[in-house]
């Protein structure tokens, strides 16, 4: 590039350009088919294919099915808040991060793991992405608000 001057002397020009990644139909079709598959229960709380009344995502309130509505919403949370980390995303860094967390008997998110460590910063960006979700209804089991662990899979993929 030719430098940028300034009283006639070569000066530093800074610039940026805003870059946006965001989830392809084929990613939020991906995390659909494996929100869809059953959880291994390892953290404790009912399970949430088993839970009598599922948690109720914000928004899910009058569907008539709370569990599907509950996988739609996180999907669709997922893609609005979705940004892949610029240094991954640079040097092709892929894979899934599968998150753990709970939905705990006040409705807020805890016991959040990880698992799969492609890179450090592909886990900070899942971790980032579930702590923007929002307070919940809580579930119940027999009668009762119950914990309910929930794993959701996050691909990152380089284009």
Do not use: W
């Not at 800074?14 to 229960?41: C, G, H, Q, W």
């Not at 949430?48 to 948690?55: A, H, N, Q």
């Not at 008997?105 to 960006?125: C, S, Y």
Request: glycine share 8%; charged share 30%; with cysteine.
């Amino acid at each position: 590039m030719i430098p940028g001057k300034h009283k006639g002397k070569k000066v530093q020009v800074p610039f940026s350009i805003p870059i946006t990644f965001k989830l392809t139909d084929e990613d939020t079709s991906e995390l659909r088919e494996e929100l869809a598959m059953p959880v291994e229960n390892n953290v404790g709380g009912v399970p949430f294919v088993e839970v009598e009344k599922v948690p109720v995502f914000p928004g899910c309130e009058d569907a008539e099915d709370k569990r599907a509505c509950f996988k739609i919403m996180m999907v669709n949370h997922v893609g609005k808040n979705f940004r892949y980390p610029e240094g991954p995303q640079e040097k092709g860094a892929q894979g899934r991060v599968y998150v753990h967390f709970t939905i705990l008997e006040d409705g807020n998110i805890g016991n959040v793991q990880m698992r799969g460590r492609p890179n450090k910063l592909l886990e900070d960006e899942a971790a980032r992405i579930i702590s923007l979700l929002p307070q919940m209804t809580p579930g119940e089991h027999k009668g009762k608000k119950a914990q309910v662990p929930f794993m959701i899979r996050i691909p990152f993929k380089s284009r």
